[in-house]
T-cell receptor, first 111, second 112 residues
Framework: TQLLEQSPQFLSIQEGENLTVYCNSS?????LQWYRQEPGEGPVLLVTVVTGGEVKKLKRLTFQFGDARKDSSLHITAAQPGDTGLYLC???????????FGGGTRLMVKP | NAGVMQNPRHLVRRRGQEARLRCSPMKGHSHVYWYRQLPEEGLKFMVYLQKENIIDESGMPKERFSAEFPKEGPSILRIQQVVRGDSAAYFC??????????FGPGTRLTVL
């Protein structure tokens, strides 16, 4: 059983559609990061959330941290083919601790 | 504004050889983390180091693997007597005060 359950695993949508990726746990996290990873590259940081209930926006991407700091979501509005990639959530149980990663969501946006 | 650097990007070793992976953290970062990504699997934590100290090695295999982060120079992940199951992508991440971690491009190890 993974500490961080990420869903869906795969998502294939048309350009212009909206989508939400979920990251859930029974554990409370000190912080949670969202990364995007391209084939053959390392994860690139999108956002860090630390406060329960926090909402952060990055252009068409909206990130939310649950009130209890056990879950998070990533919402993409009007998806574009350039959004195609692997999205990873990762949580730290305590500041400075190792990150525990979710299984990833592989997104494909078709033109 | 250089990010985390790792080298080599690709490394091929025969079974029984040694592999040395290097990681230079971002400027000003003194915390280094190593993660491994096996084919078709997620990233798994291996070890957390600060300068000259291993803070958490709970994810390191008990044998053949070691890591260091000397006072001067990059962090090194060393795998002795590599086996085919060690083939994976190895990522290094760094942080400033133990907060947000920034990842390098990874080293892809192939064991023949």
């Amino acid at each position: 059983t993974q500490l961080l359950e990420q869903s869906p695993q795969f998502l294939s949508i048309q350009e212009g559609e909206n989508l939400t990726v979920y990251c859930n746990s029974s554990s409370v996290f000190s912080s949670l990061q969202w990364y995007r990873q391209e084939p053959g590259e390392g994860p690139v940081l999108l956002v860090t959330v630390v406060t329960g209930g926090e909402v952060k926006k990055l252009k068409r991407l909206t990130f939310q941290f649950g009130d209890a700091r056990k879950d998070s979501s990533l919402h993409i509005t009007a998806a574009q083919p350039g959004d195609t990639g692997l999205y990873l959530c990762a949580g730290a149980l305590r500041a400075g601790n190792m990150l525990t990663f979710g299984g990833g969501t592989r997104l494909m946006v078709k033109p | 504004n250089a990010g985390v650097m790792q080298n080599p990007r690709h490394l091929v070793r025969r079974r029984g050889q040694e592999a040395r992976l290097r990681c230079s953290p971002m400027k000003g970062h003194s915390h280094v983390y190593w993660y491994r990504q096996l084919p078709e699997e997620g990233l798994k934590f291996m070890v957390y180091l600060q300068k000259e100290n291993i803070i958490d090695e709970s994810g390191m295999p008990k044998e053949r693997f070691s890591a260091e982060f000397p006072k001067e120079g990059p962090s090194i992940l060393r795998i002795q007597q590599v086996v085919r199951g060690d083939s994976a992508a190895y990522f290094c991440a760094s942080s400033a005060l133990g907060d947000t971690q920034y990842f390098g491009p990874g080293t892809r190890l192939t064991v023949l």
